[in-house]
């Protein structure tokens, strides 16, 4: 049984390669492409019993040559004869992966791997082709004590490009052929429904694209443009990076892809369409060749200060090489796979020599790429050759002192990915050997047989591996044969030789805790042209705090304008999209990035209007007061008596309320003031104006009583004149009371008057019994106003009707032009005309019925007679 290792050393490749044949052309001449030759490899490898350890030995031509096979189709445009020297380390990296899982005793014991490479060109067609001849059974077969038959292939390592892992899977899918890759990448190969026996050893394009959005997201960067190869591993890239990018709200402002054979017009538009661009963060999801033909293009117009941000594809790739090119490139950021040392690979890597392999037509193309000298066989003929005068080698030549992609194992982990992907297959079998009969997960409890089991019963092992490597990495596949997703972030600088080195500067883990999946070390980064400051990459600068952003029609949502926000509203965050309301006790302060409590209204006692108005109110309550106690003193004289004193007191009461119940209107409204406010002003005014009809009935009665022995008097005493006042004031203590129960008045917060001010108000509650209660104050002053307007003729040096006939007047005018003023005041000054209202009405009915007698009883006492109030003497002698 063989198990087939099909690779590619270089990641998605789309420049210009060959095959390797016996003889070719050296290195071309052109600078920025000298050193590079993609080599892509078919690997297998032989799995013989093993009787000892030198059953490699017995198959010279597998693990001596190496097994390279040229193919003579080449498909167009595979014109590059440059040596890859990075993929010549990933097969020896292959080769000395198998030297130690044979070498260990604890894994497939009693089991000899080898392996065989073919050069599948990068491209998906020869690649089919091989595929089908192996699983055919049409390659060729080892004649060998150990190796001999036809091979038989049980699992594929490989391809590199997406492209030929593609094409592969597709071919021996249907053969239940495990196939496992270590460079692909593609979105696509995730699908398990089109491609079930697909695995890789490095994180799948999804993975990588969220790392750089991430990566994108954390230099605030919004605005950036995008490169990619126009095949599967490029536009698979590239549609999960934008998809990624538009839920982190990040915009492109350009898309560019190209393949490597397009013409050299598309490519210098691309460039320029780069150079006329608003941004300079240019992402690229491309190979090491696009890559390299798009630079070239990029030194030709002295493109500078573009700050590249590459895949893992091309961001540890060795394919600048001149000076004038480096600093073009310093500063590119980067996800790369993630770097392991894996002990002895480096020894290994370093030893090899031509005679250890005499007529390894790889090995040699790699010795004299290296040292630039030219091998030759004994017969002194020159397989490999070159067209340039090279001096011939020594044999003596070094690899210690030569320092390159070869060389180099910290310039990416590549190998790593590779040397796990062969172990993979390795443990997989392991485990599928390790079967115990009767245990097995094959129908009817069995096991595979190591000379009859089938692929897809290696398959099955495949998905459920779980091992840890010699470096303490524990490898296992998920659902869809994606491994961890991890990367490291690098970043290229000039170092002190002047050259350039990637550097890690961070470490991305896709299954960290939300918000700590990237971790960087800023202060190492270098950006583009060797400074030090982030550049900056926003189509539009962001809003400050206070502002919202507005996008720009037909403009991406990065492309925005800033607008301050409305009164009662802020912005406390950069690039807020939305302002926020304040909350109703609140509002926004000048730079609208703050909601501060709004100002406090009502009528204070401490406020000079307030305390005007108690100074009054005061004043009201000791005239009142005043009259009151002037009357007491005077009651036996005839003019109070005339008065009705009774009804005078209680008068002078019922306004000392009044006045008094003014003050419970200034001060912070509370449950038990607003309460009071309203009840003690129904119910004073009520008692105020029935006393004051009383009286008008009274005086009315007392001047239709024309004959002495007239009962109108009579049943109009002093009895029925409290139980007049008695029951006018009960109809408004009842509607009051219903008020309470119903409905009662409740202080409120009013915020619609003023946006930036808080009012403290009393709601008047059952909105019916506040018109109740204010309907029949009006109703009763208007009844008294009537009755006194027709007593005011009445014969009398002192007419009390005219005194109450101008007290109403004045109390009528008083709540008439209340009502409009009440309308127009703003906020406290309501409270203040409703106060005003009040006091003024309480002094015009106080000063109107009483400073009369007052100024009689003071002031003219010899008024204060009987003849003189019966109009009996000629007021016009006084």
Same mark, same amino acid.
């Given at each position: 049984m063989d198990f087939w290792l099909f690779t590619h050393p270089l990641k998605n490749s789309k420049y210009s390669i060959r095959e390797y044949s016996p003889r070719r052309p050296h290195l071309s001449s052109n600078p920025l492409t000298s050193g590079i030759n993609p080599v892509n490899i078919l690997f297998i490898a032989s799995k013989a019993s093993k009787e000892s350890r030198t059953a490699v030995a017995l198959c010279p031509n597998i693990a001596r040559s190496s097994g390279l096979r040229a193919h003579s189709e080449r498909p167009a445009g595979l014109l590059d004869d440059t040596f890859d020297l990075r993929g010549f380390r990933l097969l020896q990296t292959m080769i000395f992966t198998i030297e130690e899982i044979n070498r260990d005793e604890s894994l497939l014991?009693?089991? $000899? *791997?080898?392996?065989?490479?073919?050069?599948?060109?990068g491209s998906p067609e020869i690649a089919t082709k091989i595929a089908l001849a192996l699983v055919n059974g049409q390659e060729e077969t080892y004649v060998d004590k150990v190796c001999d038959g036809p091979l038989s292939i049980s699992g594929i390592v490989g391809g590199a490009e997406s492209s030929v892992s593609i094409a592969v899977a597709r071919t021996t899918g249907s053969f239940r052929i495990p196939l496992v890759s270590y460079f692909s990448t593609c979105v696509c190969l995730s699908d398990k429904n089109e491609y079930p026996t697909f695995q890789r050893t490095i994180p799948s394009d999804e993975h990588q694209s969220k790392a750089l959005v991430h990566l994108i997201q954390k230099f605030g960067w919004t605005w950036i443009g995008t490169v990619s190869s126009n095949n599967d591993y490029g536009n698979s890239g590239m549609r999960? +990076?934008? !998809?990624?990018a538009e839920e982190f709200g990040l915009c492109i402002a350009f898309s560019e892809s190209f393949h490597r054979t397009d013409s050299t017009e598309k490519i210098t538009r691309i460039v320029q369409v780069m150079k006329e661009a608003t941004t300079k963060v240019v992402v690229a999801f491309a190979g090491p060749g696009e890559m390299r033909i798009l630079f070239a293009e990029v030194l030709r117009q002295n493109l500078s200060g573009v700050q590249w941000v590459g895949s893992e594809a091309w961001i540890t790739a060795d394919f600048v090489v001149v000076d004038s090119g480096r600093r073009f490139l310093t500063g590119a950021i980067g996800t790369a796979v993630r770097a392991q040392e894996i002990p002895g690979v480096q020894d290994f890597l370093l030893t090899i020599h031509p005679s250890r392999f005499p007529g390894n037509p790889l090995l040699m193309e790699f010795w004299e790429t290296t040292f630039g000298c030219t091998l030759s066989f004994d017969n002194g003929t020159n397989e490999v050759g070159s067209i340039?005068?090279?001096? #011939?080698?020594?044999? =003596? !030549?070094?690899?210690? #002192?030569?320092? =390159?992609?070869? $060389?180099d194992l910290t310039m990416d982990g590549n190998s790593y990915i590779v040397y796990k992907a062969v172990y993979s297959f390795a443990h997989a079998l392991h485990d599928m050997l390790s079967c115990e009969s009767g245990k097995g997960p094959f129908p009817n409890k069995t096991c595979a047989r190591l000379s009859t089991f089938k692929p897809w019963q290696i398959l099955h092992y495949m998905k459920s591996i779980y091992f840890t490597t010699k470096v303490g990495e524990k490898v296992h596949f998920d659902e869809k044969g994606n491994p961890t997703a991890a990367y490291d972030i690098v970043n290229w600088k000039i170092n002190a030789n002047g050259s350039l080195e990637v550097q890690t500067v961070g470490y991305y883990n896709g299954s960290g805790r939300p918000g700590k999946e990237l971790m960087l070390n800023l202060h190492q980064i270098v950006w583009s042209g060797g400074k030090r400051q982030i550049p900056r990459a926003v189509c539009s600068e962001s809003c400050s705090l206070g502002t919202r952003k507005i996008a720009r029609k037909g403009q991406p949502i990065c492309c925005f304008d800033c607008k301050s926000c409305a009164d009662g509203e802020i912005s406390n965050?950069?690039?807020?999209?939305?302002?926020?309301?304040?909350?109703?006790?609140? /509002?926004s302060n000048d730079r609208r990035d703050q909601c501060i409590a709004k100002n406090i209204e009502y009528l204070g006692f401490t406020e000079i209007l307030g305390f005007v108005l108690v100074l009054l109110a005061v004043a009201g309550v000791c005239m009142s007061g005043l009259t009151a106690g002037l009357? +007491?003193?005077?009651?036996?004289?005839?003019?109070?008596?005339?008065? =009705?004193? !009774? *009804?005078?007191?209680?008068?002078? +009461?019922?306004?000392?309320?009044?006045?008094?119940?003014?003050?419970?209107?200034?001060? !912070?409204p509370s449950h038990w003031s607003c309460i009071l406010r309203r009840m003690a002003f129904g119910v004073s005014f009520v008692m105020c104006i029935s006393c004051v009809l009383v009286k008008t009935i009274l005086v009315l009665t007392a001047f239709k009583a024309t004959h002495p022995s007239s009962n109108r008097i009579k049943w109009f005493g002093q009895r029925q004149q409290r139980i007049s006042v008695f029951l006018l004031a009960s109809? #408004?203590?009842?509607?009051?009371?219903? /008020?309470?129960l119903v409905e009662p008045p409740f202080p409120v917060i009013n915020t619609k008057f003023y946006r930036e001010t808080i009012i403290l108000e009393c709601d008047t509650g059952s909105s019916a019994a506040f018109y109740s209660a204010s309907g029949y104050i009006a109703l009763l002053s208007c009844i008294c106003f009537v009755l006194a307007f027709l007593a005011r003729t009445l014969p009398d040096n002192f007419n009390e009707a005219k005194c109450i006939t101008f007290s109403m007047l004045i109390f009528c005018a008083v709540w008439v032009t209340f009502i409009p003023a009440s309308v127009s005041s703003p906020g406290k000054y309501t409270v203040a005309v409703e106060v005003f209202a009040i006091l003024a009405s309480s002094f015009g009915l106080l000063l109107c019925i009483f400073a009369p007698k007052c100024f009689i009883i003071v002031i003219t006492p010899e008024r204060n007679t009987k003849k003189h109030i019966m109009g009996k003497v000629d007021e016009r002698k006084f």
């Amino acid at each position: 049984m063989d198990f087939w290792l099909f690779t590619h050393p270089l990641k998605n490749s789309k420049y210009s390669i060959r095959e390797y044949s016996p003889r070719r052309p050296h290195l071309s001449s052109n600078p920025l492409t000298s050193g590079i030759n993609p080599v892509n490899i078919l690997f297998i490898a032989s799995k013989a019993s093993k009787e000892s350890r030198t059953a490699v030995a017995l198959c010279p031509n597998i693990a001596r040559s190496s097994g390279l096979r040229a193919h003579s189709e080449r498909p167009a445009g595979l014109l590059d004869d440059t040596f890859d020297l990075r993929g010549f380390r990933l097969l020896q990296t292959m080769i000395f992966t198998i030297e130690e899982i044979n070498r260990d005793e604890s894994l497939l014991p009693n089991i $000899t *791997l080898g392996y065989r490479i073919h050069d599948d060109c990068g491209s998906p067609e020869i690649a089919t082709k091989i595929a089908l001849a192996l699983v055919n059974g049409q390659e060729e077969t080892y004649v060998d004590k150990v190796c001999d038959g036809p091979l038989s292939i049980s699992g594929i390592v490989g391809g590199a490009e997406s492209s030929v892992s593609i094409a592969v899977a597709r071919t021996t899918g249907s053969f239940r052929i495990p196939l496992v890759s270590y460079f692909s990448t593609c979105v696509c190969l995730s699908d398990k429904n089109e491609y079930p026996t697909f695995q890789r050893t490095i994180p799948s394009d999804e993975h990588q694209s969220k790392a750089l959005v991430h990566l994108i997201q954390k230099f605030g960067w919004t605005w950036i443009g995008t490169v990619s190869s126009n095949n599967d591993y490029g536009n698979s890239g590239m549609r999960a +990076f934008v !998809e990624a990018a538009e839920e982190f709200g990040l915009c492109i402002a350009f898309s560019e892809s190209f393949h490597r054979t397009d013409s050299t017009e598309k490519i210098t538009r691309i460039v320029q369409v780069m150079k006329e661009a608003t941004t300079k963060v240019v992402v690229a999801f491309a190979g090491p060749g696009e890559m390299r033909i798009l630079f070239a293009e990029v030194l030709r117009q002295n493109l500078s200060g573009v700050q590249w941000v590459g895949s893992e594809a091309w961001i540890t790739a060795d394919f600048v090489v001149v000076d004038s090119g480096r600093r073009f490139l310093t500063g590119a950021i980067g996800t790369a796979v993630r770097a392991q040392e894996i002990p002895g690979v480096q020894d290994f890597l370093l030893t090899i020599h031509p005679s250890r392999f005499p007529g390894n037509p790889l090995l040699m193309e790699f010795w004299e790429t290296t040292f630039g000298c030219t091998l030759s066989f004994d017969n002194g003929t020159n397989e490999v050759g070159s067209i340039g005068r090279l001096p #011939q080698c020594s044999g =003596n !030549e070094s690899l210690l #002192q030569i320092s =390159n992609a070869y $060389t180099d194992l910290t310039m990416d982990g590549n190998s790593y990915i590779v040397y796990k992907a062969v172990y993979s297959f390795a443990h997989a079998l392991h485990d599928m050997l390790s079967c115990e009969s009767g245990k097995g997960p094959f129908p009817n409890k069995t096991c595979a047989r190591l000379s009859t089991f089938k692929p897809w019963q290696i398959l099955h092992y495949m998905k459920s591996i779980y091992f840890t490597t010699k470096v303490g990495e524990k490898v296992h596949f998920d659902e869809k044969g994606n491994p961890t997703a991890a990367y490291d972030i690098v970043n290229w600088k000039i170092n002190a030789n002047g050259s350039l080195e990637v550097q890690t500067v961070g470490y991305y883990n896709g299954s960290g805790r939300p918000g700590k999946e990237l971790m960087l070390n800023l202060h190492q980064i270098v950006w583009s042209g060797g400074k030090r400051q982030i550049p900056r990459a926003v189509c539009s600068e962001s809003c400050s705090l206070g502002t919202r952003k507005i996008a720009r029609k037909g403009q991406p949502i990065c492309c925005f304008d800033c607008k301050s926000c409305a009164d009662g509203e802020i912005s406390n965050a950069t690039d807020s999209a939305d302002c926020i309301k304040c909350p109703p006790l609140y /509002w926004s302060n000048d730079r609208r990035d703050q909601c501060i409590a709004k100002n406090i209204e009502y009528l204070g006692f401490t406020e000079i209007l307030g305390f005007v108005l108690v100074l009054l109110a005061v004043a009201g309550v000791c005239m009142s007061g005043l009259t009151a106690g002037l009357f +007491f003193r005077h009651r036996d004289t005839p003019l109070v008596k005339a008065n =009705n004193s !009774e *009804l005078s007191f209680l008068l002078l +009461f019922a306004l000392s309320c009044c006045f008094l119940c003014s003050v419970t209107f200034i001060g !912070e409204p509370s449950h038990w003031s607003c309460i009071l406010r309203r009840m003690a002003f129904g119910v004073s005014f009520v008692m105020c104006i029935s006393c004051v009809l009383v009286k008008t009935i009274l005086v009315l009665t007392a001047f239709k009583a024309t004959h002495p022995s007239s009962n109108r008097i009579k049943w109009f005493g002093q009895r029925q004149q409290r139980i007049s006042v008695f029951l006018l004031a009960s109809v #408004q203590v009842l509607i009051c009371v219903l /008020w309470l129960l119903v409905e009662p008045p409740f202080p409120v917060i009013n915020t619609k008057f003023y946006r930036e001010t808080i009012i403290l108000e009393c709601d008047t509650g059952s909105s019916a019994a506040f018109y109740s209660a204010s309907g029949y104050i009006a109703l009763l002053s208007c009844i008294c106003f009537v009755l006194a307007f027709l007593a005011r003729t009445l014969p009398d040096n002192f007419n009390e009707a005219k005194c109450i006939t101008f007290s109403m007047l004045i109390f009528c005018a008083v709540w008439v032009t209340f009502i409009p003023a009440s309308v127009s005041s703003p906020g406290k000054y309501t409270v203040a005309v409703e106060v005003f209202a009040i006091l003024a009405s309480s002094f015009g009915l106080l000063l109107c019925i009483f400073a009369p007698k007052c100024f009689i009883i003071v002031i003219t006492p010899e008024r204060n007679t009987k003849k003189h109030i019966m109009g009996k003497v000629d007021e016009r002698k006084f």
